[in-house]
């Protein structure tokens, strides 16, 4: 008859150890790959917000040249649109290196610390396109969501999660939204910004004054040295990823040519 004999401690300890190893390495793996997953995904779709505004930019730019083929730029639906856009632009002469490289340290240093619900104000005039409403065109005020200013709403909060625009109306009082939103009807509703995370776009006009006016036939040909004749629009997103203590920043550039250098 033959005696059995029990694991010792020291071969129990040992299998142990090796099992919360290998726990631990799946684990990471696990942890690795979801975190992965999830930063791919949020990158996927703060690209696409990106790339809507951009194609709204796009849009109201292409509606307002194809509405501006007349002398009265008053029948342009989007002629009020298009202007709203570009008012907000900065003097490509004055803009701050700060701006153009765009490399914060932190997503906090965009915002306004003091006013919550702003970007601060070394940003220029930073606004997003509410695309639900493109095609109100007499709505500007409702399209053209700016931060800072007279008729801004305070709007816009670092990203939670990631980059994003939700949509469902404000519930604040007018006073916080701005004295051109003076009815709670102004701004409720599906088709209303209610909050925009880690995004907003930078305007910058022309440095140069290559613009050309005058008339067509024989009529002389000018330089305006006072408008510009093109806009770039820097589109900007910042946020802090999953697992990560640094932000993560993706931004695109688009130019828009103004319609007006051609004036008939």
Known sequence: ??????????????????????????VSVISASTSGAQTA?????TREDLDAQAEALRFIHDSYVSGSQSRDTSQNNY???????????????????E??????SSCSELYDQSSPGELRTGLGNPFVINTRQLGNPDNEKNIVISSGGTGSQKVFYEASTFPRILYGGRTASADSIG????????YEGADYIKRVEGIYIIAVKDKGSTIVSGGGGNSSITIDKNKPAYYDFYIRSCWIPPGKDKPSTISTVIRLYDPAVIEY
């Open 1 to 26: 008859m033959h005696k059995k004999f029990g694991d010792t401690l020291v071969e129990v300890a040992l299998a142990i150890g090796i099992f919360s190893l290998v726990a631990i390495v799946v």
């Open 79 to 97: 002629y009020n649109l298009w202007k709203a856009v570009t008012e907000k632009a900065m003097d490509g002469n004055a803009v701050s290196d």
């Open 99 to 104: 701006i153009i490289t765009f490399n914060p």
């Open 41 to 45: 995904l949020e990158v996927t779709i």
């Open 179 to 186: 004295e051109d939103y003076d009815t709670q009807a102004n």
